[in-house]
């Protein structure tokens, strides 16, 4: 059974930029969530994909946007890069939307703004 | 809306000695309740969660919490520390409907020492 990935690990942009992370999700697991977590401060739910339809939304702009494919992995965007996105971005996937907390979380994209 | 509070950032504690991470929630209904351990460099890992049933709920790694509805806590304790348990952690709530979101606290980063 694989956990959760994430690609890239780590990675530079400058304001203004466009940058995608990548999540593979756990085997058999049709839901994936993203949350974004500062310097300091605990992970802040950012969206959920269930069965590729967004499921659920916290208090992010809509520059922040998602996929889910067919094979249930990820893709989160973020467009128009402010300093302030600096931040480790995590990935969790889980068996259907219905909460039982059983989150699984990958390692984080480390993303750093200019 | 749901929040989540952790009392100081920082506890340090001599290996061997108790543990005490101090976590308390706001919410208009009693929701589950988690915590998760983050090990640098590292995604967030499930120590424990509480859902339903027995209020003190046992981990991995020797950890357990207990709900205290009364009190809106849920403290993580572990009578003896070991080295191995140096780390961030973090409490977290989600609510008992809906999609699965988690809401952290700020976290607490427990310093072991020899």
Known sequence: ETGVTQSPTHLIKTRGQQVTLRCSSQSGHNTVSWYQQALGQGPQFI????????????????????LQFPNYSSELNVNALELDDSALYLC????????????????????TVL | ??????????????????VLLRCNYSSSVPPYLFW????????????????????LVKGINGFEAEFKKSETSFHLTKPSAHMSDAAEYFCAVSP???YSTLTFGKGTMLLVSP
């Open chain 2, 36 to 55: 998760y351990v983050q090990y640098p460099n590292q995604g967030l890992q499930l120590l424990l969660k509480y859902t339903t049933g027995a209020t």
């Open chain 2, 96 to 98: 008992i409907s809906g």
């Open chain 1, 47 to 66: 969206f959920q994909y269930y069965r590729e339809e967004e499921n659920g939304r916290g208090n992010f702009p809509p520059r922040f946007s998602g």
């Open chain 1, 92 to 111: 969790a996937s889980s068996l259907g939307s219905a909460n039982t907390g059983e989150l699984f979380f990958g390692e984080g994209s480390r993303l």
């Open chain 2, 1 to 18: 809306a749901q929040s989540v509070t952790q009392l100081g950032s920082h506890v340090s504690v001599s290996e061997g000695a108790l």
